[in-house]
């Protein structure tokens, strides 16, 4: 059965703080994503990566970063934590599919509130 | 660049009856459509996608969906809901030969007995 799990379901921090989200998957997947859900906004992409220790940025990367040491884990690191970046986030994996895009599977999410 | 509109933001219906989730989608090039579901507390999950071949796709829970290039809709359907179909559902839309997805808004269906 496949897997996606991060870290928390819930998080509370501090404006300003250091804030690390974190993802594994068990499918062995070259593709990793994070995005952030708002309400009526759907999911929007943050950065995501197609190989270890490569990364490429998605639609609204401002205030984030990432990183992908190893091929089952993907961080999304926020430097400096602010309030609009209180959210929903989701991590997803697939495998590449350059000829035919493939199904994304996605964890259960990390609520994060930024105070 | 690709964008995703969900036209109803909030859908509510009766069990057993049927439901229509509409979406739309501007692109200047191929595309592949998807059709995620995500139930109260959870992550995504794929209920069905078109890449190519028969504009009628048939997906897991009794769901279907119709690619309609002209119109470029990919209105996603059911003929008899259940209590359990109460859920979020997003459309969304890859370029042909990509990776990234671009999602729709929303959709939020409450079933109601």
């Known amino acids: 059965d496949v897997k996606v799990t991060q870290s928390s379901r819930y998080l509370v921090k501090r404006t300003g703080e250091k804030v690390f989200l974190e993802c594994v998957q068990d499918m062995d997947h070259e593709n990793m994503f994070w995005y952030r859900q708002d309400p009526g906004l759907g999911l929007r992409l943050i950065y995501f990566?197609?190989?270890?220790?490569?990364?490429e940025k998605g639609d609204i990367p401002e205030g984030y970063s990432v990183s992908r040491e190893k091929k089952e884990r993907f961080s999304l690191i926020l430097e400096s934590a602010s309030t609009n970046q209180t959210s929903m986030y989701l991590c997803a994996s697939s495998r590449p599919g350059l000829a035919e895009a493939d199904t994304q599977y996605f964890g259960p999410g990390t609520r994060l509130t930024v105070l | 660049a690709q964008s995703v509109t969900q036209l109803d933001s909030q859908v509510p219906v009766f069990e057993e009856a049927p439901v229509e989730l509409r979406c739309n989608y501007s692109s200047s090039v191929s595309v592949y459509l998807f059709w995620y579901v995500q139930y109260p507390n959870q992550g995504l999950q794929l209920l069905l996608k078109?890449?190519?071949?028969?504009?009628l796709v048939k997906g897991i829970n009794g769901f279907e969906a119709e690619f309609n290039k002209s119109q470029t809709s990919f209105h996603l359907r059911k003929p008899s809901v259940h209590i359990s179909d109460t859920a979020e559902y997003f459309c969304a839309v890859s370029k042909a030969a990509g990776n990234k997805l671009t999602f729709g808004g929303g959709t939020r269906v409450l079933v109601k007995p």
């Open positions: 078109y890449l190519s071949g028969s504009t």
């Open positions: 990566s197609y190989d270890v220790k490569m990364k």
